[in-house]
């Protein structure tokens, strides 16, 4: 998959590890560079969700985005990024 947008979905892709989606992550938010905070959390979400319906985001993968990315936020949107994580863990 070369961006979040552009996956398919056609095959079954092994389960990525923590790192992976971490870069990934990473690689999108570059993209969104001067975008709205919306507009990248609104990426980040729709890729978390294809990952999680079909079997290629596991809850601990989030777990580890989170624990990688919440140092940097502040109070405000780390609790935001806790209740995105929270809601994807349950799908």
Do not use: C, H
């Not at 552009?6 to 989606?21: F, I, L, P, R, V």
């Not at 989030?62 to 780390?78: C, E, H, N, T, V």
């Amino acid at each position: 998959m070369s961006d979040f947008a552009s996956y398919s979905g056609k095959n079954k892709a092994k389960e990525k590890s923590a790192d992976e989606w971490i870069s990934e992550a990473k690689r999108v938010a570059s993209k969104y560079e001067g975008k709205s905070e919306n507009d990248l959390l609104k990426a980040i979400y729709t890729q978390a969700v294809e990952g999680k319906r079909n079997g290629t985001l596991s809850n601990e993968q989030i777990d580890a985005f989170y624990r990688q990315f919440s140092p940097m936020l502040d109070a405000g949107k780390r609790k935001k990024l806790a209740k995105i994580v929270e809601q994807l863990k349950k799908m």
